[in-house]
């Protein structure tokens, strides 16, 4: 899907760009090279896919800390 025709949508829009560098970060951490361009509709699905899920488990990972500590996000 081209870079103007996302269907998920970001609940807090300014978060936007921080998402997106989190992906890239976390892309570079499972060595997938990110595209000139930024465009990763020439990926395979299971390479798009497998940044998402990493993304998932660092993001529960963070709340999990976060109630450990006692801190719970609103």
Known sequence: MAQGQ???QV???QAR???DAFKW???RELG???P???????LPSRVNGSIGGNMVKK????YEQSLAQGSIPK
């Open 36 to 42: 000139q361009g930024s465009y990763m509709g020439d």
């Open 25 to 27: 970060e976390t892309a």
């Open 11 to 13: 609940l807090i829009p």
């Open 59 to 62: 993001m529960i990972a963070a």
């Open 17 to 19: 760009q921080a998402l």
């Open 6 to 8: 996302r269907t998920n």
């Open 32 to 34: 997938i090279s990110v």
